[in-house]
């Protein structure tokens, strides 16, 4: 497969956009399209603060070095899942937040660049497992305690210290896999709000996801050719999880028709535009300061997050 812009020989070749590139061009191609895609969603300006969320992975990496690379003021943050030695899987959780800690230190490091880290064992007072375990949330598996917690974390930290955006490293696996359970499921007010941008509203920072128009394995190929060392496990919770089975599924959909997911993202963006989800309108939620916290939350009393708190404080474990 030949290079379209030069003709020598390609290193990555996309069936899905027709197209294939050499090492140095597909470095040039993918900041270039990232800032397409910035301007053409409004997502922040130039002289903007921008959070990046890293977790140690390909994606999140791979963004806060295209933000850098284009002149953006961005710094990161890096939160700890903790860790606890009562569970059968600690072992493996051990491994997954050491690493994942280290190669996001380790970036931060070699570039000069600022990294915020917030360990939730050491913040308050126990790990997400523990958290989970103590709730009763997401019925023995983590992921529901772990989203809520980070969201607030996140929020958190983007207000407290001013930054204007947050910046997550989803891409478009990641938001197909989540387009299609939600249509399944169809949920409506999920699907009004799935969008590479959140505005800022009631307390709550503006969320962005410059990446959302990548594949999976355009990130990989990114990352491998920049030289940027990530972790390649995924998080030991995340084994048998919906969305890597909605991922499978649309990766043989995608195999068959080259495109496909991309193609299903942007019109789905496009009916977003064009008022097709107009006759059910999202019912918006009446957001106040939580009386605790400060962050927004639509509940008559204390946000879930320091719901969650107090029942660590009320039951604290062993």
């Known amino acids: 497969m030949k290079c379209k812009k030069c003709g020598s020989k390609a290193s990555v070749n996309m069936r899905q956009h027709k197209l294939a590139l050499r090492k140095d061009h597909y470095l040039e191609w993918i900041p270039e399209q990232t800032e397409r895609f910035i301007k053409k969603y409004d997502m922040f300006r130039r002289e903007e603060k921008i959070l990046v969320a890293v977790s140690g992975g390909k994606d999140s990496l791979s963004l806060w070095d295209i933000l850098q690379r284009l002149g953006y003021q961005a710094d990161g943050l890096y939160i700890g899942l903790g860790i606890d030695g009562r569970r059968r899987d600690v072992a493996l959780q051990r491994l997954y937040d050491a690493e994942s800690h280290r190669l996001a230190e380790k970036f931060a490091s070699e570039r000069s660049l600022n990294l915020h880290v917030v360990d939730i064992q050491q913040e ?37 210290l001013g930054y204007d955006a947050l910046a997550t490293g989803h891409n478009l696996d990641d938001e197909v896999a989540a387009l299609f359970g939600n249509t399944l499921q169809w949920a409506g007010n999920f699907l009004l709000r799935q969008s590479p941008v959140l505005p800022s509203t009631s307390g709550l920072a503006r969320k962005v996801k410059p990446l959302c128009r990548f594949y999976e394995r355009e990130m990989a190929a990114y990352a491998l050719l920049r030289g940027i060392e990530y972790i390649y496990e995924e998080c030991p919770f995340a084994e048998g999880s919906t969305s890597i089975y909605y991922k499978e599924l649309l990766n043989r959909l995608e195999t068959d028709k080259p495109g496909s997911k991309l193609a299903f993202y942007l019109r789905f963006l496009e009916a977003r535009e064009t008022g097709l989800f107009a006759a059910a309108p999202a019912s918006a939620p009446d957001l106040h300061p939580c009386p605790n916290c400060g962050q927004p939350t639509s509940t008559d009393d204390l946000c879930s997050f320091c719901r969650l708190i107090g029942k660590v404080s009320a039951n604290p474990l062993p």
Do not use: E
Not at 124 to 135: E, F, H, K, T, W
């Open 124 to 160: 308050y007072g126990q790990a997400i497992p523990m958290l989970a375990d103590i709730s009763h949330r997401g019925q023995g598996k983590p992921c529901a305690v772990c989203g809520l917690v980070k969201r607030h974390v996140m929020n958190r930290i983007a207000r407290d």
